[in-house]
């Protein structure tokens, strides 16, 4: 059974840090990974999509990689902003549906 | 672009009442799916349907019904509600093009059981 687990459960940085966002998966039979955004309450937001056969993908000041045989990705995000805060969740496709981490929670303060 | 649209927004109903949820994917979607999002909780697949058959199954109670229509909206029918019903439930559409197409998800529906 696929089981997705992000570290750390919660961060907090000072406006403008670059920092990472850890995902792991146990199973590596996988299609795609997304990275999600959630706000308190709302919806989810897709930031990234990075297909099996890849090994990063870049928008703006994210960058997500995918290390499929070691089970892992990462989202980084450069030079933090507070509208940077919110829940951030992993997403692994696996069967053509989506399994989730129980996401990382990102406060940054100004 | 148009995006997935569920209705309601929110929803509050008693204990042992019915509920019924809507969905309706991005055009030329032709596949839906179903999450729960408990509070503090990521988001559980609950059921997908493909050209208007069911395609996967999840963590589903048996209390619950869902069903794709010939126009491919989509409704999630919840009955005899319970208090741990309360949850933002998602839909998502994708394009069946293979298993490598993302996910577009809907704003949710948030469902209170009192």
């Known amino acids: 059974k696929q089981e997705v687990t992000q570290i750390p459960a919660a961060l907090s940085v000072p406006e403008g840090e670059n920092l990472v966002l850890n995902c792991s998966f146990t199973d590596s039979a996988i299609y795609n990974l997304q990275w999600f955004r959630q706000d308190p309450g709302k919806g989810l937001t897709s930031l990234l999509l990075i297909q099996s056969s890849q090994r990063e993908q870049t928008s703006g000041r994210l960058n997500a990689s995918l290390d499929k045989s070691s089970g892992r990705s990462t989202l980084y995000i450069a030079a933090s902003q507070p509208g940077d805060s919110a829940t951030y969740l992993c997403a692994v496709n696996q069967g053509g549906k989506l399994i989730f981490g129980q996401g990382t929670e990102l406060s940054v303060k100004p | 672009a148009a995006g997935v649209i569920q209705s309601p927004r929110h929803l509050i109903k008693e204990k042992r009442e019915t509920a019924t949820l809507k969905c309706y994917p991005i055009p030329r979607h032709d596949t839906v799916y179903w999450y729960q999002q408990g509070p503090g909780q990521d988001p559980q697949f609950l059921i997908s349907f493909y050209e208007k058959m069911q395609s996967d199954k999840g963590s589903i109670p048996d209390r619950f019904s869902a069903q794709q229509f010939s126009d491919y909206h989509s409704e999630l029918n919840m009955s005899s509600l319970e208090l741990g019903d309360s949850a933002l439930y998602f839909c998502?559409?994708?394009?069946?093009?293979?298993?490598?197409?993302?996910?577009?998800f809907g704003n949710g529906t948030r469902l209170t059981v009192t």
């Open positions: 998502a559409s994708s394009p069946r093009t293979g298993n490598n197409s993302p996910l577009h």
